[in-house]
């Protein structure tokens, strides 16, 4: 397993300018406003409003129900994301379709789980009008695994679009390789009818937005680097993107402007060319190049598709060196420098697309410093929304306290220890934060990841 490199001790940085001077001297000009007030203004989106710039990144805790409704803890878990004040709900990955689950107890959006979906946006909801007189803008991320989908036993059972020799051995999220079924074009086209027939039921359940999943290991990131497939779904940039396009048009016929539909695209995927999206276009290269990224983002915009959580393969990971590599070997992984260049890939992307409303990702890395990044993103023009992960885990309030303290409260961060991810990845089991929540994790990590 890879080993995360931690040179900063946040703990004895005091203030936001001595954490900026910090990161600028180690070479990491990070974006940074002590004066968070940024955060708590709206953002218009069409006809609708995003009540502040503060974002809950999708974060699946692995813990729905077998059938595919969300459980107890799911509930718990939005709720408290309501409480805690962030405008922008982007609710956790969803499968379309049954043999599309990353694991066996990922939520499921179908005829029989859409009540209890629909329960759960009513019932958060309600949580947010109670303590604000308003509720977040809701967005629900609808998602193929792919390379990722797992049976009911966590056994890989990997659905890939393109050969891909950097990863093909490391499929499943414990990095089990699982035999490769290759999908053919009408497999392809089912899984887009499932896009689109999942938008619906999202519709019913009362999201504001779909989020048509384009980032990470997932099927549709896998297409859009499927340079060496053959047929529709391969080779041109065109033949690359129509799924994605595919999606939109079939929501937009079923549903014309009743649902927003949003993006979560990865900015590069730190595998080289032509086997990764994003990447300079030299064989074996590992350098970024986003000119494909910005035209799709134009041509997202243009469709009216215009707020964009930008990610990569896991914000760590830069996009030079070994990139995402490193995880599969064990090499050191410095998660600042990553989180930094992602975050730049995103400044260069809003720069170029100025009309799209960007979210950025990996501001948890940052512990009680990810306010003022956020805040000084979004003055500087890096990006529209901050977007946070694990924090929400740790810290679902984290925004109540930007609002209210102006500030975030070092003792309630996120410490960025990994255990929330020991719990899938070694422990195959639900996960949460199990340094701040430890009532319900901590008991979780002790059964099933320590000692193993
Ligand atoms: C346990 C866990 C579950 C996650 N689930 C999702 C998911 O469902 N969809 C997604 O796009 N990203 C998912 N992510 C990635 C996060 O959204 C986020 O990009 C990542 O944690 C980095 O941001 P952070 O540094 O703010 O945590 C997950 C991450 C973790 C640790
Ligand atoms: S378990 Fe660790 S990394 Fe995960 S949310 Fe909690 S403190 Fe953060």
Known sequence: MQKVTKPFNFARMGTAEE????????????????????????????????????????????????????????????????????????????????????????????????????????????????????????????????????????????????????????????????????????????????????ATLAYEAGFDSVDIKVCHEYILRELLAAYNRPGKFGGSFENRTRAVFMIIDGIRKNLGDKLDICVRLNAYDCIPYPHGWGMKKEEGVMEPDLTETIQLCKMLVGKGVSLINISTMMPRYQPYGRGYLAELEGSEINPYAGTYHLLKATKEIKEAVPEGVFVCTGLTWLEQFGGSVAAGGINQGWFDIGGFGRQGFAYPDFAYDLMNDKTMHRYKCCVTCDKCYDLIQKGHCQTGCVVRDQEVYLPLYRKNVQGK
């Open 19 to 198: 954490f900026k001077n910090t990161m600028t001297q180690a070479g990491l000009p990070f974006p940074v406003d002590e004066n968070v007030d940024v955060l708590a203004t709206p953002v218009k989106l069409g006809n609708k409003v995003i009540p502040n710039r503060m974002c809950i990144q999708p974060l699946e805790g692995f813990d729905g129900n077998p059938d595919g409704s969300p459980s107890e803890l799911i509930f718990r878990r939005y709720k408290r994301y309501a409480e805690g004040g962030a405008g922008l709900l982007w609710y956790e990955s969803i499968t379309v379709a049954d043999d599309g689950r990353c694991n066996p107890l990922q939520m499921v959006i179908k005829p029989s789980t859409v009540s209890e979906i629909k329960r759960l946006v009513d019932e958060s909801n309600a949580a947010a009008v109670a303590k604000y007189g308003r509720r977040p803008y809701n967005v629900l991320q609808l998602t193929h695994s792919g390379r990722r989908s797992t049976d009911k036993d966590w056994n890989p059972t990997p659905l890939a679009v393109v050969p891909n020799p950097y990863i093909d051995h490391h499929n499943s999220i414990d990095g089990r390789s699982g035999k490769i079924t290759f999908a053919t074009d009408e497999k392809i086209e089912e899984i887009i009818q499932g896009f689109i027939n999942a």
